[in-house]
């Protein structure tokens, strides 16, 4: 029984759900598993194993159903800063209630419906299909939260992206004006340029 259980959570990516689980191994097995160690209870319902954990990713979609990542773990991504996030960045509409595991550390960003849905795609990161800003969003993001993520950040933000021969100046101004930050992004890319 405990090899089908540690083989199930393995075959779906080191994570799995209660569900998941319970049609070939029991309660009684998942809660022997946590108590021997194998298996860790990331929250209610949500199980993995440690090696999952210790993978530059996590299933972003099972710990927080629509969730995107965003500034920090987004900016890593895709190479614009140099900060290594202390934990995953994930967006969610501001007016949903999500509960997050003590481990792995989890940032909760509550933004607007609006912001929430603008320029989200989806990426492979170490296996797992990840929700993920945009580069644009990203750097929109790194602009309107200039003052709680420093003015620092924002500057290496912009410059890497201005940098980088896959920018899209015309998207950027366009998420600019979306998000009401254009006349702002407009003096740092004239510095900038």
């Not at 209610?44 to 710990?63: C, F, K, P, Q, W």
Request: proline share 3%; charged share 25%; hydrophobic share 40%.
């Amino acid at each position: 029984m405990k090899k089908d259980l540690l083989k199930d959570i393995s075959e779906s990516g080191g994570m799995a759900t209660k569900r998941e689980l319970m049609g070939g191994s029991g309660y009684y097995a998942i809660n022997k598993a946590i108590e021997r160690g194998e298996v860790i209870r990331l929250k209610n319902g949500i199980y993995a194993l440690g090696s999952a954990l210790a993978d530059t990713m996590i299933d972003v979609e099972r710990i927080v159903p629509r969730g995107v990542l965003c500034l920090y773990s987004a900016w890593a991504y895709y190479g614009l800063s140099t900060q290594i996030p202390d934990a995953y960045y994930i967006a969610v509409d501001k007016h949903r209630k999500v509960v997050v595991p003590s481990f792995p550390p989890v940032t909760l960003c509550y933004w607007q419906k609006e912001y929430c849905e603008l320029g989200v795609t989806e990426a492979e990161i170490s296996g797992y299909k990840v929700r993920i800003y945009d580069l644009e969003k990203s750097v929109c993001d790194a602009v309107k939260f200039r003052n709680k993520i420093g003015k620092d950040v924002c500057a290496e933000v912009l410059k890497t992206y201005l940098a980088r021969k896959d920018r899209n100046i015309a998207v950027l101004t366009a998420y600019a004006k979306k998000m009401r930050i254009a006349t702002t992004l407009t003096q740092y890319l004239e510095i900038g340029l």
